[in-house]
């Protein structure tokens, strides 16, 4: 079974921010990819009762479901890879799979996969780069007429992980922004149009 735990510390990032980011790590346009979430909910909003993420993403030539439960630390992902064609129908229909990680998981949970339905999507340029620390993402993202940046830093160890955090946005003097996570802004950001 595709589970792991993931456990990252994130903030929001003016155009300047990362910009210079993006200088300090010498990064350069095809070290970015784009990836796009399509995120799914029940009428009436049961996963995000739960606290709980349900996207498919799309990348240039793979696709994959990803549920994301909370866990006492971090966030518990189920993953189930599919096809770049199954992720299209899925999508286009707004039904999820009979089979796999995540629909066992979302069974168990409670949740009727029928109820479910597309919520909004997101899509993310991204750069990602290893650090001792752990993993960096620098994101770009576009969705529902919003325009932000983010950068996140994915860690195995939650105590050391946030003085690694603070101590590399010291180094890029940044000044930590909450960054409510993809879903919840793409939410947010939908409800402001309403």
């Not at 009436?44 to 990348?59: M, S």
């Not at 240039?60 to 990803?66: D, F, V």
């Not at 770049?84 to 629909?103: F, R």
């Not at 993993?135 to 983010?150: G, R």
């Amino acid at each position: 079974m595709s589970e792991n735990l993931e456990i990252e510390f994130k903030t929001l990032l003016s155009i300047e921010e990362f910009s210079r980011t993006v200088d300090y790590f010498q990064l350069k346009e095809k070290q970015f990819f784009t990836q796009t979430n399509y995120y799914f909910d029940s009428a009436d909003f049961q996963l995000k009762e739960k606290h709980i993420g349900l996207r498919v993403r799309t990348l240039s030539n793979n696709a994959e479901i990803t549920l994301k439960i909370p866990e006492e630390v971090g966030l518990l992902e189920i993953n189930d890879t599919i096809s770049i064609d199954e992720a299209q129908h899925i999508v286009a229909s707004a039904t999820l799979p009979n089979s796999g990680n995540v629909y066992n998981r979302l069974t168990t949970l409670g949740i009727n996969k029928n109820d479910l339905r597309l919520i909004g999507s997101l899509t993310t340029k991204r750069a990602e780069i290893k650090l001792p620390q752990g993993l960096l993402a620098l994101d770009e993202s576009w969705y529902n007429e919003q325009h932000d940046f983010e950068l996140e830093l994915e860690v195995d160890d939650p105590y050391n992980g946030k003085a690694d955090f603070l101590s590399l946005l010291n180094t890029l003097n940044i000044k930590e922004s909450p960054s409510p996570n993809k879903i919840q802004r793409m939410m947010m950001s939908s409800k402001e149009k309403d």
